[in-house]
């Protein structure tokens, strides 16, 4: 059965660093594109990273860019976010998903598979 759990979300104050990690059971997680999601309170879920079967990764959002660092280690099959100098617009529940396609992709509607997702709050 597949399963993705994450973890390593938390509170932590404006400019500090969090890494998020999503392990997976029930298959591998280098043989789909793996997307990061976050939805903060009261907006829609928005996509942050995605990495490829490949390992090239895209970061979405310029804001976002220089900041959060997708990452994927295949020994332990998981796939990381680590996110840096963190904003209170960071605030939401981020979560990890698999793609239909095999691709990264914008829309949620092209992932299948999802954790429960991890709270990150950026709060002073």
């Known amino acids: 059965q597949l399963q993705f759990v994450e973890s390593g979300g938390g509170l932590v104050q404006p400019g500090g660093s969090l890494r998020l990690s999503c392990a997976a059971s029930?298959?591998?997680?280098?043989?789909?594109?793996i997307g990061w999601w976050r939805q903060a309170p009261g907006k829609e879920r928005e996509v942050v990273s995605c990495i490829n079967r490949n390992g090239s990764v895209t970061t979405y959002g310029n804001f976002l860019k220089g900041r959060f660092t997708i990452s994927r280690e295949n020994a332990t099959n998981t796939v990381y976010l680590l996110m840096d100098r963190l904003r209170v617009s960071d605030t939401g529940i981020y979560y990890c998903a698999t793609t239909k396609t095999f691709k990264c992709a914008v829309d949620a509607t092209s992932y299948d598979y999802w954790g429960q997702g991890t709270q990150v709050t950026v709060s002073a």
């Open positions: 029930g298959f591998r997680l280098d043989s789909n594109a």
